[in-house]
Nanobody, 126 residues
Framework: QVQLVESGGGLVQAGGSLRLSCVAS???????VAWFRQAPGQEREFVAA????????STADSVKDRFTISRDNAKNTVYLQMNSLKPEDSAVYYC????????????????????WGQGTQVTVSA
């Protein structure tokens, strides 16, 4: 059972930046990892994903020019760098993972992921 722990959330003004971290309880070299977010009253939505090696990424169009996913397998950590934040980016951000080397076409669905973190709150003020 892989445990995922997110950190790095907080309150930031519009236009600011945050970097989220997702630390896994075991080596991440065989895990495809994704970030999702969920705002109050809304469904959980895909943000970005990265393959086990880090060679392939997938990013939602709504954040593509502002968010970057990366990973450091030596530290069992996946990052989400968020720049030019907007109030509509406010949500609980979740890290998710599946034991897979490659990104599937299903990576953007919540059902594809086997492991989830508890989430970290991001609030962007206008």
């Amino acid at each position: 059972q892989v445990q995922l722990v997110e950190s790095g959330g907080g309150l930031v003004q519009a236009g600011g930046s945050l970097r989220l971290s997702c630390v896994a309880s075991e080596r991440t070299f065989s895990l495809t990892v994704a970030w999702f977010r969920q705002a109050p009253g809304q469904e959980r939505e895909f943000v970005a994903a990265i393959s086990a090696s880090g060679g392939t990424t997938s990013t939602a169009d709504s954040v593509k020019d502002r968010f970057t996913i990366s990973r450091d397998n030596a530290k069992n950590t996946v990052y989400l760098q968020m720049n030019s934040l907007k109030p509509e980016d406010s949500a609980v951000y979740y890290c998710a993972a599946r034991s897979a080397y490659y990104i599937s076409t299903l990576v953007r669905t919540t059902a594809w992921h086997d492991y989830w973190g508890q989430g970290t709150q991001v609030t962007v003020s206008a």
